[in-house]
């Protein structure tokens, strides 16, 4: 709940009071009211290090922590009152700390300002998604190596330019996906590592002239070091920009997976079954069986592409150091937060259910000259040159184009007019099976390589 009575902030200085309509213009309280939990674990790592260097008494300390520990459940079990003349999450909970325990209160924001304040609670506050994140994308990850475990042997056409290129595993494409996920989750690693960076103790912007001791207050809220200049400490949002770049991309890879789901469950395709749970009718059409949460998950992502330019918008002319601007970032930040956990775990929990249909992939394969190539490499086998060898099967896919046969149904003697150098055994690399089994280098889309690789991907994955 928040109200709009009580007293105005910083108000000493002005002779005037706030225009209602700006006071509820340059409030942040409705939405930054999230950070609040690291809003108080800050304040209490920083009173602890202001007592232990004697800039606060130990009472002051103890009062302090004591009222911050209230305030905390307070605001988990919904009692706490908001306040839009407190302006945001920071002022509130002040007041609400001064009332509690009275003059010690006022003393917390000694040696900083909400400007070092805020960028910690950001880095805080990410900090801890990202774990929530993380977590969301092994499930997500487990759940693509148990399906590719299982279609390890399932032969798919695999495409370029949407055309039947060479056929594939299923196992094999679904495997492509995971290691998209990989590279996001060393991204969203790599960006932790700039956003466990420490600014408080720059103040305003210029530092505080207190004795303080920054080491043991970045120790003790978990931060690697302290950061190294008070000026970029409180402008810096590039650890922000950074995390929604590595969401951007997340979301990217969700939307490709989610238009290939979209492609394969239509009746054209009919490659898969999408679980029941996961889609919707159509008010007018009976027989509609609509892929809803790959639509919504694909239309979702540009909004999150839509967040991180409006993050770097947000930055790109800003001189130093803290610019009300800034307050800009948390909406697209927050709203980048639950759509990336929305959409992962709407994944994670239906990939488990999705279904091949294994017939039609295969059926699918072979009406595409999938093995033309392999027939190309025959001839290279047996020394004919390769551009001699993509001449002699262009004629035999023509063959079977006229003829409606797939190259393996044509006859040695078929074949043998083409080229001499075709003997019976070219039916063992004609075939779907044979083509995939002999992909079997690192990398490549053989079942027993698939399968390689599936048992070495679980053993990189977090541990469930
Ligand atoms: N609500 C503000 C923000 O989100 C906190 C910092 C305010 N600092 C200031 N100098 N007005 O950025």
């Not at 917390?108 to 990410?126: E, K």
């Not at 307050?327 to 956990?341: A, H, M, N, Y």
Request: charged share 25%; net charge negative; proline share 3%.
């Amino acid at each position: 709940m928040t109200t709009v009575n009580s007293e105005k902030l910083s108000s000493a200085r002005f002779t005037e009071a706030t225009d209602a309509f700006v006071e509820v213009f340059t409030a942040s309280v409705d939405f930054d009211q999230r950070m609040a939990q690291q809003d108080i674990q800050g304040s209490i790592a920083h009173a602890t290090m202001l007592a232990a260097c004697k800039i606060l008494t130990e009472q002051e300390r103890d009062d302090i922590i004591q009222g911050l520990t209230q305030i905390s459940t307070e605001i988990s079990n919904g009692e706490f009152v908001w306040s839009i003349k407190q302006e945001d999450v920071h002022m509130n909970i002040e007041a609400r700390l001064t009332d509690l325990i009275g003059i010690a209160g006022k003393k917390l924001h000694t040696g900083r300002s909400r400007n070092d304040q805020v960028a910690t609670d950001i880095r805080l506050y990410l900090r801890s998604e990202i774990v929530h994140i993380t977590a969301e994308l092994s499930r997500l990850q487990r759940a693509i190596l148990d399906l590719a475990e299982q279609h390890a042997d399932t032969i798919m056409p695999g495409f370029t330019h949407l055309q039947v290129a060479q056929p594939v595993t299923f196992g094999h494409h679904l495997m492509a996906w995971f290691e998209m996920l990989s590279r996001d989750q060393e991204r969203l690693q790599d960006c932790c590592k700039r956003i466990n960076v420490m600014p408080l103790g720059a103040a305003a912007l210029a530092g505080t002239s207190y004795p303080i001791d920054r080491f043991m207050t970045a120790e003790l809220l978990g931060f690697s070091r302290p950061s190294a200049n008070s000026l970029d400490s409180v402008s810096d949002r590039d650890f922000a920009i950074e995390f929604t770049a590595a969401a951007s991309l997340i979301m990217m890879h969700l939307s490709r997976f989610s238009e290939e789901l979209i492609l394969w469950s239509s009746a054209q395709f009919d490659f898969i079954n999408m679980p029941d749970a996961f889609c919707t009718g159509s008010s007018i059409m009976p027989q509609k069986k609509n892929p809803d949460v790959p639509e919504l998950v694909r239309g979702k992502s540009g909004r999150v592409t839509g967040h991180l330019i409006a993050l770097l918008m947000l930055m790109k002319s800003q001189p130093l150091a803290y610019n009300k601007d800034n307050q800009e970032d948390k909406e697209p930040l927050f709203d980048t937060v639950d759509t990336l956990l929305n959409c992962l775990r709407a994944y994670a929990d239906m990939i488990p259910h999705i279904q091949a249909k294994k017939a039609n992939m295969y059926a699918s394969a072979k009406r595409g000259f999938a093995t033309a190539t392999d027939l190309a490499d025959y001839l290279v086998r047996k020394g004919m040159a390769f551009r001699d060898a993509h001449e002699v099967v262009g004629l035999a896919v023509r063959l079977g184009l006229e003829s409606s046969r797939d190259l393996s149904e044509l006859s040695l003697a078929e074949l043998q007019q083409f080229s001499t150098l075709i003997v019976a055994d070219v039916f063992d690399y004609l075939t779907l099976e044979g083509s995939v089994a002999a992909r079997k280098h690192i990398g490549g889309t053989a079942p027993d390589t698939v399968r390689s690789a599936i048992e070495a991907a679980r053993v990189g994955l977090v541990p469930r």
